[in-house]
């Protein structure tokens, strides 16, 4: 489970403000992303957490009646990260 | 390879190629530039009667043709649409209006910025300013609404427009106009800018990467993901510049190539396409890639963007090295008012998030 993130998307990028900022009220991790390339041909905006949370997430998703489109659950980004990520952070 | 690295690369190629374009015969400063390629297409089609920026880009043609054989073939060609088409014509109307009093979509804007063009840089603070504040609108809870799926046919308006395109351009009929003189006049070769168009089409399908998304993103929801497809393209074009166009390199704000000096319209020009680009969702060359993989509103934009070259040429409203014209600029003025009185009427200020509030897409 926890080698898993959930990506939520959203039908406009306004819910996807709404989820984040409910979600950071009640502490939980979360990270607005452009909507990974393999999931959608589009460019919205997505939303990162832990799947650890999502139990929590899907109540405060009910309780706000925050407007979500669909869920993802995926792997962890584990590629080793490439020369050029690694020169930037380095920066 | 990571995602970063893919968008870097895709921005890199779009600079070299619009740095290429410009030694094999497009207009300094010109290798790429969407709003003033629709505009040629606009002149070429006799829509407009400016006759220097009159020809059937085949860039254009490439573009469109290159994204939506890509989207076929990885299965992405959905043909969607509905979220208020005639919001988003409107959009781009004056998307292009804000364009050519600036003199050039926001990709020439980063060209003419790696040319040593310092007016690009107003423009670049302006069109930076226009999308700061249509987030604020997105913030509020603007929305055009939800496209859903439609008619399968409507998909094939842009791949047939391009097919069309091409065939007029080889069949030079009587009453399609070439300019003799002028930017319209310095065209790249045919195959040549078809392939370099048909290559960034696939590409930029691929990667998504949108001028309005680089910058919107980076103030949104801090993610510099499509911004690093821009340093990308500045950074291509640069060194392609300084390579192999080093005799138009030029640093400053005088004497730019299909520039003007007048800070204020630069600006404001550029403010007025950074906010109709971030309400639509994208650049005018975001727009093109979405409307070639079957989004129907993304269709209706580029006719807007279109039809809004052919009334700035007809109305005179487009700027010249001269400077902008007192109509222009009224008409920027008229695009702002009409712009956020849609930015307005499209939050959902009734709607809010919060306990016992039923959130509308």
Known sequence: MEKTVCIMTFHATYHALGFEKVLKEQNIDVKLIPVPR????????????????????????DEYCIEVDELYEREEETDRPGLLDRILRKK | MTARLKIILSGLMVGQLGSLLVLFGNPVNMGVCVACFYRDIAGGLGLHQAGVVQYLRPEIAGFILGAFLISRMKGEFRVRGGSSPILRFVLGFFLMIGALVFLGCPLRMILRLANGDLNALVGLFGYIAGIYVGIQFIRK????????????????TMPLFAIALLALLFARPAFIYFSTEGPGAATAPVWIALGAGLLIGGVLQRTRLCTAGGFRDAILIKDYHFLWGLVGIFIASLIGNVTYNLEFFNLGFEGQAIAHTSHLWNFLGMTLVGLTAVLLGGCPLRQTILASEGDTD??????????????????????????????GQIAVMIGFAVTIAIALSAVRSEVTIGKGVRSRG
């Not at chain 1, 999931?39 to 998703?61: I, M, N, P, T, W």
């Not at chain 2, 006719?303 to 007192?326: D, K, Q, R, Y």
């Open chain 1, 38 to 61: 393999d999931l959608s041909s589009s460019c919205g905006s997505a939303a990162r957490f832990r799947c650890q949370d999502l139990s929590s997430v899907k109540a405060l998703v």
């Open chain 2, 298 to 327: 993304a269709i209706i934009t580029v006719v807007g963007m279109i039809a809004g070259a052919a009334f700035a040429h007809n109305f005179g409203l487009a700027s010249s090295p001269a400077g902008p014209t007192f109509n």
């Open chain 2, 141 to 156: 809870g603007f929305s055009l609404g939800r496209s859903v799926k439609q008619k399968t046919a409507s998909g094939y």
